[in-house]
């Protein structure tokens, strides 16, 4: 969409401002109160605990309106120490943090979706983040067992089934074998779920943060099945297996492996992967439900039929509106999310801001982003920012100037299969209510008089 350029502001009007959202909501007794009542069944109890978390956040976090500085503003005037004086030595620390001012971007655990740390779940914080990489330090995690730093030199990874030399791969062997990088997203099957029913969170990061991109570096999977001679006439799905207590298995269709899409993943964002996301080595599967991306991988084994095992023939189910359930719907459909403004933010005062979020679609490249700022009324095309790539996050930017009205502001994507991200109603209308998983309906943001962003849904 390289056509649409950003427009300047109006004459006269100023540069809007965005207060961030606060990063902690609950602490940890609150957090606990809220898994309790979650054990109950009351969503609604979640929702209001947040609303009042955020509520004293607010408070405690009021914005001041730029001062009249007169002759000059102090912070110009005055050379800073920074600019006086000698900074930190070279390579100090030798692994390179982030600024302390930025402390407060992290990943956050989600109170009430699960009762134990080692099966849990933790959110990126999207609405922090820029471009469309995730820092592998703020990758969502979804684990069932908890996580593993496993040696990677007793690290093995087995290719057995309808192959005619079962194969055993050290990590010395796949990585001297020839490796691709590609950037995928990877998009938890249950994200946004806690919002089926009704809203239930406040901010981006628990509404979508389940949702991170990275680049990927390793072997196509299907190299390694051809090394040790699949039947690929025979063979039509492989059991993708991990090695943690779990015991992780995915059925996989061999039409996503045969394409070469498929990895035995390696590397993350130039660098092995981190221990929480599968260290040393897990499986990519572009497009595809994270659940899918096994990590710690250890055994493929190639079929002739879906393995129906218990998490894909009990878990990670579809409950429809007639009380049976569709399995193996893995495709992470067409969606997008606002994450300027967004729930928990503050616009400090009227004027020109940039609405900015990000797109992404399983079966493809995004060809168009469409924002509302009436509450569906009417529709803008937003600007699609380079790169944009087949099965990957999708940044997304329109000019907007707030006359200081509320409003409600809203993404809408398509993608190249022509494919439209659907309302609550027509995603309602197919899926009912109350499932938990693919929920890829239209979000919405309330921006108040007051500046304040809340999540809310339009019927």
Known sequence: MADIQPQPAPAGSQRGRVRKAPENFLDGAGIRTVQAEAIRGRRDFIRSAFAAAMAGGAAAHAAA?????????????KLPRHSTGLGQPVASPAYGLPSRYEGNVQRRQSPGLTQTNQASVSFAPIQSLLGIVTPSGLHFERHHQGWWDIDPQ???????????????????????????????????????????????????????????????????????????????RKGRFVLAEGADGSSMTRTIPMELVASGEVLVAYGQNGEMLRPENGYPLRLVV???????????????????????????????????????????????????????????????????????????SGRGKIKRVD????????????????????????????????DGKSTIVQSRAMDETGYVQPTYKQLRDVRGSRSIYHNNAVQSWLVQENGEVKNVQVA
């Open 371 to 402: 924002v509302s700022t009436d509450g569906g009324r009417n529709w803008r095309t937003a600007r699609l920012e380079a790169p944009v790539l087949s099965k990957c996050l999708t940044r997304f930017n329109l000019d907007w100037t707030w």
């Open 286 to 360: 572009p497009g595809v439900q994270g659940v899918s991306w096994v990590k710690y991988l250890r055994r493929i084994e190639l079929g002739d039929m879906p393995w129906a095992t218990k998490d894909e023939a009990v878990h990670y189910i579809d409950l429809m509106p007639d009380g049976q359930h569709r399995q193996y719907t893995s495709i992470q459909e067409c969606k997008s999310v606002i994450s300027t403004p967004s729930g928990g933010q503050v616009l400090l005062g009227t004027g020109f801001y940039n609405i900015s979020g990000l797109a992404w």
């Open 154 to 232: 007793q690290h093995r990874l087995m290719v057995n089934g309808l192959v005619k030399s079962p194969k055993v791969f050290t990590m010395d062997d796949l990585m001297r074998l020839p490796g691709v990088s590609r950037f995928h997203f990877i998009e938890c099957g249950a994200n946004t779920g806690m919002n089926w029913g009704n809203v239930a969170v406040p901010t981006a990061q628990y509404t979508h943060g389940m949702l991170s991109c990275s680049e990927y570096t390793g072997v196509p999977l299907i190299t390694l099945l051809e090394m040790a001679g699949a039947d690929l």
């Open 65 to 77: 309106q730029p001062a009249d500085v007169g002759e000059g503003d102090p912070a110009i005037l």
